[in-house]
Every structure is written in C-alpha cells, then in structure tokens.
C-alpha cells in the first residue's frame, strides 16, 4: 500500500458541485480531501449551483437513468461520467400492511435497505461515492473506520475498483461482519477499543499515510450518498414527499442527509414543499443523542457503548447537534429502545413482512412502535421506516431466540407428531399474547 500523491483538484465544469462549505462560519473550500473547516473547527459539507441542477435535470430525465444511486448523479459530488456503479441503490419501498396492522397505522412503508448491492446495507450508497471521488482526487488507497457494514462495503466496492483497502474495526464485531469484509482480502486491523477509538486512530493514520478515508479526510463526499435514500423514497412514493420518516442514528449523518435530499428536490422544482416529521431511533446502550433531545440539550455527553446494535454503537456521534436540530424544527423525536425490545422488533419484521434486519433495523421498528404506542405517530400519515442492514450480518443477536427446526423421522407419523407439538405451541403463545 503507497502513500497517496495528492493534489488539490478544481472542480470540473460539468460537475454541479462547487466545493466544500464550513456548516458552521460558511467559510468556503476547494473540493478536496479535507473534512474540517481550518477556522472553526467545524464541519465541511459539499455546495452545489442548483440553478444550474434546475436548468437539466427532469423527472424524466431522473427516470430514464440507471436503475442505481447514479440516476440521481446531478445531485452527487462527483465530475466523472463513468461513476463507481456496481448495482447500488433503488432498493424496495414495500407497503408494511400486515405490520401496519399490528401496530394500528394505515399507511406505513419499509425502505428496505437489507438487499441493497452489493453488502446489504445502506452503506454500498455513501461508499460508491466516496470512492469515486477518491478516484478522481487521486488516491490508490482507501480505507475507513467501521462498527462493521462501512468496512463491507469499503472492501467490496475497493475490489470492484481495484483499489489498495485497509480498514480498521473494533475487536468485538459480529462474526458475519467480520467474515463479510476478509472475504474481498483487504487488509483488515482489529482494534481492541471501541469505534469511538477506533476512529481515533484512523485519523492519526489518515495524517501520517496519506490514505483515502471514507468516514475522515472523504467525509464531505462520502455522507452526500446517504441523500439517495431521500431522492429514492419520493420517486417511488410518485414524487410526493411522505408526512413522517423514522431512522436509525448512530453518527447522526443518515438522519441529515435524507433530510438535505428531500429539501434539494424541493428547491429544484421537482417535488411541492410539504412539512415532513423525522424521528430517531437510537439503542439505550449508546444514545447520547436521545437522551440529549429527551433533556432538551442543544449538545451531546459522549458515552461508553454498549448494546447489541453494534453498527449505531458510536458514543460520540459527530452530526448529532444537526440530527437533535432537525428532530426539533420538524416536530419529531428521538426515542431509544432496550436490546430486549430490539429483539422483539427484529423478530416481529420477520413474522409481518418477511424482512429480516440487523440489529440497526431492530433499533428503528421498535422505536417505531414506541413512538406509536406513545400516541407520537398519526396512524393517518404515510410513515416511512427506514431499514439500514441485513439480519444475516448480526445472527447471534437473535439466535437463541428465533428457535430451533422440528426434528423428525423419514416417517408420515413421526411428522404428524410432531405438526401436532408445533400447533400446541403456537395456541399457547397466541394466549399468552392475549393475556
């Protein structure tokens, strides 16, 4: 792995991005590959000439590009024509009746981000486009700081682009994540620590080698991929925005980047303006941000996590200000949930829907079923919850509690035995979930 030779890059013409902008003094940068703002300390976020956006892009000129993330590539800071495209994006938006039912609401939707291309996690969208802008800003190394589903899709998507990759996780990752990031053969660093350390350590080694890091020095381009998941609800909702979304929050990036989207297709010309209410969701064992919203705190306590949602497990979460923000002025809430009922959650997706989630997506449905118990969701508003990652990725988080397979003989009485125990079984639950 060498060390990157690189130079600031002007933007090109074509692109519709204009540079970097600090969130916080609104001071203004070249698009290159630094993250924070020199003055303030605060955060760099992509500019874009909308105008510009307005003047060439349609509905139907969205419709008529790739079925990927890149359909919506005017919005995007990348200048290339040829885009990392490996399948990313245009997941399912699956009206949730039966688990709308069970809940009492009437129009609820699934963005169901567990089958996206090609790790089954959202994060295959913000890596294909830090990844390319790594490309254009000519690096040959990349790499990042991962709770798990960042390093899957870093690897995957490095090998696709036959670029070096090196990324670092915490020691304690779920076996499935682990397996899922060696299995492309990037050099892998487990980190004995927590992301929040991890993330530390990252950042000295992105100043020291040079290297390409999504979630670091990439920061501002790599986050802008998270606003397909708002372009992607309003095209299949046919254009319209919905009334209530729910998301899970771990860096708080997510939550504010559907948000960003949503206003972009507003102030472009393609959706009308309508008033729409975020909600987070965060496990009780790392929730700094919850519990900041709950005590009405403008800021965060950073904490030590520990819960079984390991992908939103970062103690320090850098957008949390801006996610609390957006909570707040669009009448939201952030909740956070035990493990117990994330469980409960996962395995009522399953049984309702047929989607099976990690630990992330658990997080969010039963957030959401708090959130409606509370009397905090309209059961008239078309709500989207959103589903971040795949439940193959965190088995042992259920699997003493998804039971175990009847075990028979080759024989049709050993079978009807057995088919007899498991209806049994299911009268006495139905009556205990009765009582």
């Not at 510009?52 to 919506?72: D, F, H, L, N, Q």
């Not at 070096?164 to 620590?193: H, R, W």
């Not at 959650?345 to 658990?362: D, H, M, P, S, Y």
């Not at 409606?372 to 003493?400: F, R």
Request: with cysteine; charged share 20%; proline share 4%.
């Amino acid at each position: 792995m060498t060390q990157a030779t690189q130079s600031p890059t002007k933007v090109d013409s074509k692109a519709s991005f204009t540079g970097l902008k600090c969130k916080e003094c609104g001071t203004e940068y070249e698009a290159t590959a630094i993250h924070v703002c020199e003055l303030c300390f605060g955060p760099l976020e992509v500019s874009y000439d909308y105008s510009a956006i307005a003047r060439r892009v349609t509905r139907a000129t969205i419709e008529a590009g790739p079925k990927s993330i890149w359909r919506y590539r005017d919005f995007l800071p990348v200048a290339t024509d040829n885009p990392i495209d490996v399948g990313t994006g245009m997941t399912p938006l699956l009206q949730a009746n039966r688990l709308a039912r069970r809940l009492g609401l009437k129009k609820l939707y699934i963005k169901n981000d567990a089958v996206n291309m090609p790790t089954l996690s959202f994060k295959d969208r913000v890596v294909s486009v830090a990844l390319t802008r790594a490309k254009e800003l000519g690096f040959t190394t990349v790499s990042c700081a991962s709770t798990g589903n960042l390093a899957n899709s870093t690897a995957a998507i490095a090998a696709h682009a036959g670029l070096d990759c090196c990324v670092f996780i915490p020691s304690d990752l779920e076996a499935g994540k682990v397996l899922g990031t060696l299995i492309y053969g990037p050099t892998v660093m487990s980190v004995q620590g927590n992301y929040d350390q991890v993330n530390r350590l990252c950042c000295e080694v992105a100043n020291t080698y040079g290297w390409g890091f999504v979630n670091i020095n990439l920061r501002p381009y790599y986050s802008e991929g998270s606003k397909t998941l708002g372009y992607e609800v309003v095209e299949q909702l046919g254009w319209e925005l919905p009334d209530h979304i729910v998301a899970p929050l771990a860096s708080g990036s997510l939550f504010t980047k559907i948000h960003k989207g949503f206003q972009e297709f507003i102030k472009v010309g393609l959706i009308e303006d309508k008033h729409v209410r975020f909600s987070g969701a965060q496990a009780e064992g790392c929730s700094p941000i919850a519990k900041a919203f709950q005590e009405g705190r403008d800021f965060i306590t950073p904490v030590k996590p520990n819960t079984i949602a390991k992908s939103l497990a970062i103690g320090n979460p850098a957008d949390a200000v801006y996610a609390l923000e957006i909570a707040r002025k669009t009448g939201g809430n952030i909740e956070s949930v035990n493990d117990a009922e994330i469980i409960e959650a996962i395995k009522l997706l399953a049984e309702t829907e047929g989607i099976f989630t990690e630990t992330a997506g658990g997080t969010t449905i039963a957030v959401l079923k708090k959130l409606v118990e509370a009397g905090k969701i309209d059961p008239e508003e078309t709500t989207v919850a959103y589903i971040t990652g795949n439940g193959l990725k965190t088995q042992e988080a259920v699997q003493e509690y998804a039971g175990q397979p009847l075990t028979i003989e080759a024989k049709l009485d050993s079978f009807e035995r057995a088919l007899e125990r498991s209806r049994t079984l299911e009268r006495l639950d139905w009556q205990q979930v009765s009582v």
